[in-house]
């Protein structure tokens, strides 16, 4: 599974768009990009994920570049519940499955 | 529909007896993943189990540690004689078969401490 690279840490004000890159370079064609979030001493939460569209729900939005190798997660209306540690995770669709999870971005939204 | 389920929440354990940490998958999962997460530090894959069979035990330590889950009933993820260094948070996480993408959902987690 590709490498992901993110920053390690980011403010937002409350209310405001919080928008969180993710660079994967070396990602291949069969590799999906998954991000999750971990709220302080709580389970890891899933957001959203794609392939190669831009895609949205009701937690954020993802989108991903024409290449592929960098995407944003865009939270539209970042609340002070949204601070949390955000994680990137390319995945093959099919391979292994288990979630291999880096340093994150630390995302902290500020009154 | 009610989440992953973990028991116990908080469990301690001296040095040397053994800890069984129990994970409930979502209804209509039958894929389960033990992750662990060291004090201060990131979330690091144990396990992935489908009933009855292990499928990826890549990250589980080589000794004291084991896993299973049965046909019927939860997820048991064992460990035997219990050290310092294992005290961490555990988390469980479910996801079903046969869609195209696997999202797995997450536990509270099982916080551990051995005194």
């Known amino acids: 599974d590709a490498k992901t690279t993110q920053p390690t840490s980011m403010d937002c004000a409350e209310g405001r768009a919080a928008n969180l890159p993710c660079n994967h370079s070396?990602?291949?064609?069969?590799?999906?990009v998954y991000w999750y979030r971990q709220i302080h001493s709580q389970g890891p939460q899933y957001i959203i994920h794609?392939?190669?569209n831009n895609e949205t729900n009701e937690m954020a939005s993802l989108i991903i570049t024409e290449d592929r190798k960098s995407s944003t997660l865009i939270l539209p209306h970042a609340t002070l519940r949204d601070t949390a540690v955000y994680y990137c995770?390319?995945?093959?669709?099919?391979?292994?499955?288990?979630?291999?999870f880096g340093k994150g971005t630390k995302l902290t939204v500020n009154p | 529909n009610a989440g992953v389920m973990q028991n116990p929440r908080h469990l301690v354990r001296r040095r040397g007896q053994e800890a069984r940490l129990r994970c409930s998958p979502m209804?209509?999962?039958?894929?389960v993943y033990w992750y662990r997460q060291l004090p201060e530090e990131g979330l690091k894959f144990m396990v992935y189990?489908?009933?009855?069979?292990?499928?990826?035990e890549s990250g589980m330590p080589k000794e004291r540690f084991s896993a299973e889950f049965p046909k019927e009933g939860p997820s048991i993820l064992r460990i035997q004689q219990v050290v310092r260094g294992d005290s961490a948070a555990y988390f469980c996480?479910?996801?079903?078969?046969?869609?195209?993408?696997?999202?797995?959902?997450f536990g509270p987690g099982t916080r551990l401490t051995v005194t």
């Open positions: 995770i390319a995945l093959t669709q099919g391979g292994s499955e288990k979630l291999v």
């Open positions: 189990l489908q009933k009855e069979n292990i499928i990826d």
């Open positions: 070396t990602i291949s064609g069969n590799e999906y």
């Open positions: 996480a479910s996801s079903i078969t046969g869609t195209e993408t696997y999202e797995q959902y």
């Open positions: 794609g392939l190669k």
């Open positions: 209804k209509g999962h039958s894929h």
